[in-house]
């Protein structure tokens, strides 16, 4: 019970990693808060975990609705420990010149001021806790993706972002990490396998990228976020951890 009675703040909970690592903290003794756009979806997941956890509709991009979402965590458990920003989108799949102005405003305000917001309102809490923020970013954020411009400048953003938290929070006693997942089994990536100019032959290619020989589920994702926020990685912050099955290392062919 690497999270006994911790206040778990985590966005976009409601599928994919996010819910994955809403079902870990809370198997680890956490009281989760799914925050997340599809309130009805975060409802039936918080429900399914029991009544210490609960569900907020929130658009993490925008101000005012995370300060409400905020005020009420606190409202009805009178503290936080955690600020896990996982909510995301990652379409379009295009390069830069093609990107509209409303898609790039969109992915920046989603993956990236979406943790401006929930900093602002969630540092008072957090200092008092000597809390841990948590950013779900992505390997291509550490390497780059063709096809994927404006999505990788987020992730990107969000590493070196995690670092400077880290430094400013760090006299606090706030621990601000990050976790990048390479490729994921989600609803999200599938949509952005759905995208590819080969979309039949996506599958073997996602496997094919992870030398350890597999796309994994999100399960993997939040085994290491649960280490990342509980106690047992005190003296970790500013790190990125790469959860990528080795994606990012070495010269290899694939067949």
Known sequence: MQLQDKIIFLTGGGTGIGLECGKAYAREGAKVVFADKNGEEAEKQATLLGSD??????????????????KRVLDRYGKLDVIH????????????????DQEWDALMNINL????????????ALKTSQGTILNTSSLVGVIGQEIHAAYTA????????????????AKYGIRVNAICPAG??????????GEQPDPQGINRYLDEIHPLG?????????????FLISDQARFVTGHIMHVSGGAEIGY????
Request: aromatic fraction near 8%; glycine fraction near 6%.
């Open 53 to 70: 956890h609960f569900a907020l509709e929130c658009d993490v991009s925008n101000d005012e609705a995370v300060r409400i979402a905020i």
């Open 85 to 100: 920003n996982n909510a995301g989108i990652s379409s379009p799949s295009k390069p830069l010149h093609e990107t509209s």
């Open 113 to 124: 001021k979406s943790v401006l917001y929930t900093t602002r309102h969630g540092f008072e």
């Open 154 to 169: 987020t992730k990107g953003g969000m590493n070196t972002l995690t670092k400077s938290m880290a430094l400013d929070y």
């Open 184 to 193: 994921t089994w989600t609803p999200m990536l599938r949509k952005w396998a």
């Open 214 to 226: 597999y796309c994994p589920e999100g399960d993997v994702i939040a085994d290491a976020s649960v």
């Open 252 to 255: 290899r062919r694939t067949s």
